[in-house]
C-alpha cells in the first residue's frame, strides 16, 4: 500500500494550495484518510480527516473554515484544498489512511493511522 501526496508549495501570507494525496496498490480500502502536519521542532498534528464511506469530516481548530479535505469520486484519492493561508501553516504535510473509522474523539491521533505518506512541503510566506 502507497500514499502519494501532490500538490504542495510556496504561497504568500493569505493564498492557496490543494494537496492530493491517491492510495495505490494491494486493492487497500481505507475506512478513514487523513493529513498530518509537521512544522519544524513541532510534534505532528492532524488537520483534518474524512471518513471514505460516509464523507464525515474533522478539522483541528487551527483550520476550521480555511481548509476543506474531500474525496475523489473514486474514493480513495482525498484533497486538502487549504484557503487563507498563513505563515504558521508553513509545514510537511503528511497523508494518512486506515482500514478503521477511529472515532470523533480519536481522530487526530497519529496511532490510529497505519498507513503513511512520505509528505508535501507547504511554505507560506509573509
Known amino acids: 500500500v502507497q500514499l502519494v501526496e501532490s500538490g504542495g508549495g510556496s504561497v504568500l501570507d493569505g493564498g492557496s494550495l490543494i494537496l492530493s494525496c491517491e492510495v495505490s496498490?494491494?486493492?487497500?480500502?481505507?475506512?478513514?484518510m487523513g493529513w498530518f502536519r509537521q512544522a519544524p521542532g513541532k510534534e505532528r498534528e492532524g488537520v483534518a480527516s474524512?471518513?471514505?464511506?460516509?464523507?464525515?469530516?474533522y478539522y483541528a481548530d487551527s483550520v476550521k473554515g480555511r481548509f476543506t479535505i474531500s474525496q475523489a469520486g473514486a474514493k480513495y484519492t482525498v484533497y486538502l484544498q487549504m484557503n487563507s493561508l498563513k505563515p504558521e501553516d508553513t509545514a510537511m504535510y503528511y497523508c494518512?489512511?486506515?482500514?478503521?473509522?477511529?472515532?470523533?474523539?480519536?481522530?487526530?491521533?497519529?496511532?490510529?493511522?497505519?498507513?503513511w505518506g512520505q509528505g508535501t512541503q507547504v511554505t507560506v510566506s509573509s
Open positions: 474524512i471518513y471514505i464511506g460516509d464523507g464525515t469530516t
Open positions: 494518512a489512511a486506515d482500514h478503521m473509522a477511529p472515532g470523533p474523539e480519536r481522530w487526530s491521533l497519529r496511532n490510529k493511522y497505519t498507513y
Open positions: 496498490g494491494n486493492l487497500y480500502h481505507p475506512k478513514a
